[in-house]
């Protein structure tokens, strides 16, 4: 079942701040996050795997709470280069003969003006 | 080096030719994967590939075959093209299994394939 993320879009100026939120009605075992900027190839952010792992890039980071089956993405101080569209993908339980199955949410659509 | 690259990067056909899709990859990965994105952006797996065999065969018309003839290739072939299979295929590979979980995957710049 697809992950829902909200919001669905968001506009920021340069240095704000934004929460991105990705929400699963089952359990989660692995949240992966992705950026795609216009026509280009969706890009690997980070892949959270721990209830409560929290990691970051940058300005970037995420958090897993596995007991409201949810994971957020954080920016801070965004810059103009993470405009983009963020998808967080959900990923099978390890050592269920893993396939690497991705199945990703809506994307959420961030804006950076200047 | 490209990493992973698709051939062609724009497709534009009629309804009802037949097209293929190639894609490769030079990462050493044993799994390759089939996406499509539509006009809304929704991602959404179609095909995966580890080391030649057939992993994720997701509901999508058998006028769709994929095929890979080695791990580091894998090919889309669509027949009778649909209006509804505009959108932009692609492709990206990564480790998986049991020995690799939760690996990123890499994404090939992608294909837009238009249906006039």
Same mark, same amino acid.
């Given at each position: 079942?697809?992950? #829902?993320?909200?919001p669905?879009? #968001? @506009? ?6 934004? #929460? ?5 009605? %089952?359990?989660?075992?692995?949240v992966?996050w992705?950026?795609?900027?216009h026509?280009?190839?969706p890009?690997f952010?980070?892949?959270?795997? %721990?209830?409560?792992?929290?990691k970051?890039?940058e300005?970037?980071?995420?958090s897993?709470?596995? %007991?409201k ?12 280069s ?5 998808f ?5 339980l390890?050592?269920?003969?893993n *396939?690497?199955?991705? @199945?990703?949410?809506q994307? *959420?659509?961030?804006?950076v003006?200047? | 080096?490209?990493?992973v690259?698709?051939t062609?990067k ?18 050493? +990965?044993?799994?390759? $994967?089939? $996406?499509? &994105?539509?006009s809304?952006k929704f991602?959404?797996i ?6 030649k065999?057939?992993i994720?065969?997701?509901?999508v ?16 072939h669509?027949?009778s ?13 990564s480790?998986?299994?049991?020995? +690799?979980?939760? &690996?990123?995957?890499h994404?090939g710049?992608g294909t837009r394939?238009?249906?006039?």
């Amino acid at each position: 079942q697809q992950p #829902v993320q909200s919001p669905q879009a #968001v @506009i920021l100026r340069e240095g704000e701040d934004a #929460v991105i939120n990705c929400s699963s009605s %089952k359990a989660l075992y692995s949240v992966h996050w992705y950026r795609q900027k216009h026509g280009e190839a969706p890009v690997f952010l980070m892949i959270l795997l %721990k209830g409560g792992e929290q990691k970051g890039h940058e300005k970037i980071s995420a958090s897993f709470n596995e %007991k409201k089956q949810q994971s957020s993405l954080y920016l801070t101080a965004s810059q103009l280069s993470y405009s983009g569209t963020y998808f967080c993908g959900t990923g099978p339980l390890t050592g269920s003969g893993n *396939t690497g199955k991705l @199945i990703f949410g809506q994307g *959420t659509t961030l804006q950076v003006k200047p | 080096d490209t990493a992973v690259s698709q051939t062609p990067k724009y497709l534009v056909t009629q309804m009802g030719n037949d097209k293929s899709i190639k894609c490769e990859q030079n990462l050493g +990965h044993d799994t390759m $994967y089939w $996406y499509k &994105q539509d006009s809304k952006k929704f991602l959404k797996i179609m095909f995966s590939y580890n080391n030649k065999e057939l992993i994720i065969n997701e509901t999508v018309p058998n006028r769709f075959s994929p095929k890979s003839p080695d791990k580091a290739h894998l090919n889309l072939h669509i027949n009778s093209l649909e209006l509804g299979d505009s959108a932009v295929y692609f492709c990206a590979s990564s480790q998986a299994g049991d020995k +690799h979980p939760n &690996q990123p995957q890499h994404f090939g710049d992608g294909t837009r394939l238009s249906i006039l």
